[in-house]
Each structure stands twice: as structure tokens, then as C-alpha cells.
């Protein structure tokens, strides 16, 4: 399976961007979905999660403008931000824990300005 990320771009501080990631191929038993981040010089931090079993969790610096949910007809994850901050400048990146492998997409860009 592949994981193509897209919906980065350059915003505004305040403003709102949708990131998706479409997961190509099967994936049978999926754990778990996660959003990640890593800005310039920092290490990469788990921003959003969502369970097989519906539950999610959120960084606190996100926790109220960030969401995380799934299409499961379009094998594809989302992550809405809003209120964005200039804090929230980094690549983004979607992982996929299923069938006992973990997958990883290419990463997409959000900058926000001040």
C-alpha cells in the first residue's frame, strides 16, 4: 500500500487548510491512523490520532483546532486546521499502522505566516 498526502500550501496565521492522505492498495486490518509533524531542526512529533475503534487524541498544542477523521469509501485520512499559527509551520506527514506494517507518506508542506 502507498499513502499520497496533498493540501499543504502557504496560509496566513488564522487561516484553515485540509490535508488528505489516499491510501492506495488493500490494507486489511487497520490500527490505527496518525498525522505527524517535524519542523525545520526539530524532531518529528505525533500530532493527531485516530484508532481503528474511533477514538482520537491530539498534541496540546493542537487539541480545539485540529481534527482528525476518515473516509473509509475513499481509503483516505484528513487532517482540518484551523486557527492555524505560525507555530504550525512544518512538513506534514500521514502514517498508516496496518497488517502489521507501518506506512508512510511523502510529507506536504504548510507554512503559516504572521
Known amino acids: 500500500a502507498q499513502l499520497v498526502e496533498s493540501g499543504g500550501g502557504l496560509v496566513e496565521a488564522g487561516d484553515s487548510l485540509r490535508l488528505s492522505c489516499a491510501a492506495s492498495?488493500?490494507?486489511?486490518?487497520?490500527?490505527?491512523m496518525h498525522w505527524y509533524r517535524q519542523a525545520p531542526g526539530k524532531q518529528r512529533e505525533l500530532v493527531a490520532l485516530?484508532?481503528?475503534?474511533?477514538?482520537?487524541n491530539y498534541v496540546d498544542s493542537v487539541e480545539g483546532r485540529f481534527t482528525i477523521a476518515r473516509d473509509n469509501a475513499k481509503s483516505t485520512v484528513y487532517l482540518q486546521m484551523n486557527s492555524l499559527k505560525p507555530e504550525d509551520t512544518a512538513v506534514y506527514y500521514c502514517?498508516?499502522?496496518?497488517?502489521?506494517?507501518?506506512?508512510w507518506g511523502q510529507g506536504t508542506q504548510v507554512t503559516v505566516s504572521s
Open positions: 502514517n498508516i499502522v496496518a497488517d502489521g506494517k507501518s506506512y
Open positions: 485516530l484508532s481503528s475503534g474511533g477514538t482520537t
Open positions: 492498495g488493500r490494507m486489511f486490518r487497520v490500527v490505527a
